[in-house]
């Protein structure tokens, strides 16, 4: 996919305004494949893991084990839904924020009157207008081009009236486009 989507990319450069979605599609192929290559392919990739997800699954054990509340943050719904699926199978409750949420001041609610230790929030949905003093925890699972917008993001749990450190982790997969992102 990498020398594929290089090859295309450099060969789209030339015409950058007529091509300039190709060019992002490209990209953005790079970019899911750092998260799941069964985003891009599952059929293909059956057989292969999404290592950020079962180092995120990791953390979040250690995290949910120790009674600590986290906010995870990626801007690909489908690898939320990857998130989503992998902590219901293991019984870990949690809520979930996207653009197409309707109830959004409910769930804002029940995070902070609840021991709901896990909230998962698309990156757009959450990262503005979002006070959550209840997590200690925040989890960026993929890197935006906008560092001020992640930033937005951790500061939903940094914010005045929280009591406790916030440990943030940005999850960078080695040698793939999010490093260069980066």
Same mark, same amino acid.
């Given at each position: /996919? @990498?020398?594929?989507? *290089?090859?295309?990319? &450099?060969? $789209?450069?030339?015409?950058? %305004?007529?091509? #300039?979605?190709?060019? &992002?599609?490209?990209?953005?192929t790079?970019?899911? &494949?750092?998260?799941?290559? !069964?985003?891009?392919d599952?059929?293909?990739?059956k057989?292969?893991?999404?290592? !950020? $997800?079962?180092? +995120? @699954?990791?953390?979040?054990?250690?995290?949910?084990?120790?009674?600590?509340?986290?906010?995870?943050?990626?801007?690909?719904?489908?690898?939320?839904?990857?998130? *989503?699926?992998? @902590?219901?199978? #293991?019984?870990?409750? /949690? $809520? /979930? +924020?996207?653009?197409? =949420?309707?109830? #959004?001041?409910?769930?804002?609610?029940?995070? !902070? =009157?609840?021991?709901?230790?896990?909230?998962?929030?698309?990156?757009?949905s959450?990262?503005?207008? @979002?006070?959550?003093?209840?997590?200690? /925890?925040?989890? &960026?699972?993929?890197?935006?081009?906008?560092?001020?917008?992640?930033?937005?993001?951790? %500061? #939903?749990?940094?914010?005045?009236?929280?009591?406790?450190?916030?440990?943030v982790?940005?999850?960078?997969? !080695?040698?793939?486009?999010?490093?260069k992102?980066?």
């Amino acid at each position: /996919y @990498l020398q594929r989507a *290089r090859q295309r990319v &450099l060969g $789209l450069l030339g015409d950058f %305004d007529k091509n #300039r979605f190709a060019i &992002l599609k490209a990209i953005t192929t790079l970019r899911q &494949l750092s998260l799941d290559p !069964k985003l891009i392919d599952a059929e293909k990739y059956k057989n292969v893991s999404s290592t !950020k $997800l079962d180092r +995120l @699954l990791e953390q979040l054990d250690e995290v949910v084990s120790e009674g600590h509340r986290a906010l995870i943050f990626s801007q690909f719904k489908s690898f939320l839904t990857k998130i *989503r699926q992998a @902590l219901d199978d #293991r019984g870990i409750p /949690y $809520l /979930y +924020l996207d653009g197409a =949420t309707k109830q #959004r001041g409910e769930l804002l609610k029940e995070f !902070k =009157t609840t021991d709901v230790p896990l909230f998962l929030i698309s990156l757009k949905s959450g990262g503005f207008g @979002l006070n959550l003093t209840e997590a200690d /925890y925040c989890f &960026l699972i993929d890197p935006w081009w906008n560092p001020a917008v992640e930033q937005q993001a951790i %500061d #939903r749990a940094h914010r005045i009236g929280q009591t406790k450190p916030v440990m943030v982790y940005r999850l960078i997969a !080695k040698g793939t486009i999010e490093e260069k992102v980066m």
